[in-house]
């Protein structure tokens, strides 16, 4: 089967309105071009290096319907979603933090939450092995009434939720790469034992205030949050280390239906709103880590939701990597900073020293994690 990917034009057309950077415009600050570090370019350039590689002619090109106000509503009240209606009908506004919109924002959000259901749907229907949702604007730091982040809507959760109701599947884990903690979508399923969730990101980025090693879900849900913090300059080796150490083991025992992962690219050595130094390689490596571990465990049953990555230069080309290893390609879009990127990895001191935290972190917050292998 080959890989499917989910896209539509009308999410690269979301606009941020009149920002610079991270700050609106005004008093002492210029606009820039551009605007947010959230713009279409990113996902664009990835669609369009696809095309020019022929990668994209080994896959499953699709778009999808918008999620509908019912499926949304199963995440989102509904008091939310009408004033988001309101304000994207009557030309636009920001409903949270750092979360601005145009008019029609809703319905671009729409889409791209209904970009991520189809992708999901496409794996547990058995259409695809797996698949990639080119999702713009992204969701994992979207609560249920509190947009933030450049998150309008929970694009995993609303896909999730309505694989569950419809009898898709019972138990699904959310593995979140990004740089910034995945912090809507452990909010949303934060008490429930149906959904593993599992974010490594860099500490204290963003949000500020979550993402701690001890916020492992509570209730029914206690021991199915799982959050990995790593230092700024982590590089391809911890990731790596992280992936095996905890992440693949707890997704494992937790013998999910589908693996998915909340796919960013924004831990980049180059990207402008991180400081760690992952590489395409790294990203590369960490999807053959979940296609073997799938394959393993849940017949290859894995997708992916492109969630943040603000280096237009660069981000294409992790996204390449991660879309070339999942369908099997022989396509390569070679890395153009990848001598660079090595010389600047972690000392091996610096690694052996996060090796010996992660003891710590294992043993202290995840003691009965199995062993990888």
Not at 212 to 225: F, R
Not at 240 to 253: C, H
Request: proline share 6%; charged share 20%; hydrophobic share 40%.
């Amino acid at each position: 089967m080959t890989t499917g990917f989910f896209y539509d034009e009308r999410c690269f057309w979301h606009g941020g309105g009149n920002y610079a950077f991270t700050l609106p415009v005004g008093d002492l600050v210029q606009p820039i071009f551009g605007g947010l570090p959230e713009n279409p370019e990113t996902k664009r350039r990835l669609k369009n290096l696809m095309d020019v590689t022929g990668l994209s002619q080994e896959l499953d090109m699709l778009g999808s319907d918008a999620a509908t106000f019912q499926e949304l509503a199963r995440v989102h009240p509904e008091n939310y979603l009408n004033e988001f209606k309101s304000l994207s009908d009557g030309g636009g506004g920001e409903l949270g933090l750092r979360t601005p919109f145009g008019k029609g924002g809703y319905e671009i959000a729409a889409v791209s939450a209904g970009l991520a259901k189809s992708a999901i749907f496409s794996v547990l229907n058995g259409t695809h092995e797996n698949s990639y949702a080119l999702s713009r604007p992204p969701g994992h730091h979207c609560l249920p009434d509190f947009p933030n982040g450049f998150c309008l809507l929970a694009n995993i959760a609303v896909g999730i939720k309505a694989a569950i109701a419809e009898g898709k599947g019972k138990r699904f884990a959310v593995l979140d790469w990004d740089v910034h903690h995945g912090n809507g979508t452990e909010a949303i399923f934060y008490d429930r034992n149906d959904v593993l969730t599992i974010s490594i990101h860099q500490e204290n980025n963003y949000p500020m205030d979550t993402g701690s090693v001890n916020d492992q879900g509570k209730g029914a849900g206690l021991g199915y949050n799982m959050n990995i913090p790593l230092p700024p300059g982590a590089g391809h080796n911890t990731y790596i280390e992280t992936m095996e150490r905890i992440a693949l083991p707890a997704i494992e025992n937790f013998a999910p239906d589908i693996i998915i992962i909340a796919c960013g690219f924004d831990a980049s050595a180059v990207d402008p709103l991180s400081r760690m130094l992952a590489t395409m390689e790294t990203f590369r490596a960490m999807t053959e880590q979940v296609k073997t571990l799938a394959s393993k465990i849940c017949d290859g049953r894995l997708m992916m939701a492109h969630e943040g990555g603000y280096s237009e230069v660069y981000v294409p080309f992790c996204g390449h990597a991660v879309l070339a290893e999942m369908t099997g390609s022989k396509i390569i879009a070679p890395d153009p900073f990848g001598k660079t990127f090595d010389l600047r990895q972690p000392s091996s001191k610096f690694e052996a020293a996060y090796s010996a935290h992660l003891d710590e972190i294992i043993e202290q917050n995840f003691p009965n994690l199995p062993v990888s292998g």
